[in-house]
C-alpha cells in the first residue's frame, strides 16, 4: 500500500509571509499532483509533476518533484488571502496493470490572514 | 466547457431513507470515481469504474451502491443513510492512458448531504 504524509496538517499565516508544504513516500510515484480546495467545492487541480527533479511555477507557486519520485513540496511567495483553502497532494500509481487510484495525502488547511 | 457535473449540489434526506446522487462528464473519461470527504479531510475513495468494470474499495459500506449506464453518467445510491453518512460526496473522471499510467483526476464540485 502506497502511503503519502502531507504536512503540516494545518497552518495560519500572514498575508505576505511564505511557506512550504510537503508531501513524503517511501514509494515511487509516476506522477504527483496538486490540488486546492475551497470550501463547498470540488478539488481544483493546480499542477502535475512527472519526472523526478522536476521544478514548475504557476505565479506565486512552486512546486517540486523529488528526483526518486518519492516526495513533492509546494511553496508560497507573499501568500495572499485568496490563496486560503485545503491543498492536497496525489501520487499516481507506479505499478502496470489495473490501478486507476491515486493515493491522496491527508491535506494542508492553509489560512492566509489580511 | 468540458467539466464534470454533479446534481444536486444539497440534499437533505432523513435517517433510513434512499438516496441517489448523480455525476455527469463532458470529458469522454473512461475512469469515474466516487469519493465521500468530512470536514477539512482529504477525499476517501469509495469506488471507481474503469468503463464498465466496477472496482469497490475494501472498506466501503454494503449500504453504498453504484451504477454506470453509460460513459457520461454515474450514480451513487445510498440505501439507508446514517447520521454518520453526511458529508461531500465528490465525483471525479480521469483517462487511462495505458501502461499502468493515468490522467489527473477531474473533480466535480461535490453533493453536499445532509441526514435528518
Known amino acids: 500500500t502506497q502511503l503519502l504524509e502531507q504536512s503540516p496538517q494545518f497552518l495560519s499565516i500572514q498575508e505576505g509571509e511564505n511557506l512550504t508544504v510537503y508531501c513524503n513516500s517511501s514509494s515511487v510515484f509516476s506522477s504527483l499532483q496538486w490540488y486546492r480546495q475551497e470550501p463547498g467545492e470540488g478539488p481544483v487541480l493546480l499542477v502535475t509533476v512527472v519526472t523526478g527533479g522536476e521544478v514548475k511555477k504557476l505565479k506565486r507557486l512552486t512546486f517540486q518533484f523529488g528526483d526518486a519520485r518519492k516526495d513533492s513540496s509546494l511553496h508560497i511567495t507573499a501568500a495572499q488571502p485568496g490563496d486560503t483553502g485545503l491543498y492536497l497532494c496525489a501520487g499516481g500509481p507506479n505499478s502496470g496493470g489495473s490501478n486507476y487510484k491515486l493515493t491522496f495525502g491527508k491535506g494542508t488547511l492553509l489560512t492566509v490572514n489580511p | 466547457d468540458a467539466m464534470v457535473i454533479q446534481n444536486p449540489r444539497y440534499q437533505v434526506t432523513q435517517f433510513g431513507k434512499p438516496v441517489t446522487l448523480s455525476c455527469s462528464q463532458t470529458?469522454?473519461?473512461?475512469?469515474m470515481y466516487w469519493y465521500q470527504q468530512k470536514s477539512s479531510q482529504a477525499p476517501k475513495l469509495l469506488f471507481h469504474?474503469?468503463?464498465?468494470?466496477?472496482?469497490n474499495e475494501a472498506d466501503t459500506p454494503d449500504n453504498f451502491q453504484s451504477r454506470r449506464p453509460n460513459t457520461s453518467f454515474c450514480f451513487l445510491d445510498i440505501r439507508s443513510p446514517g447520521l454518520g453518512d453526511a458529508a461531500m460526496y465528490l465525483c471525479?473522471?480521469?483517462?487511462?492512458?495505458?501502461?499502468?499510467?493515468?490522467?489527473?483526476?477531474?473533480f466535480g464540485p461535490g453533493t453536499r448531504l445532509t441526514v435528518l
Open positions: 469504474y474503469y468503463d464498465k468494470d466496477f472496482n
Open positions: 471525479a473522471t480521469s483517462r487511462f492512458k495505458g501502461g499502468g499510467a493515468i490522467d489527473e483526476q477531474f
Open positions: 470529458l469522454n473519461h473512461n475512469v
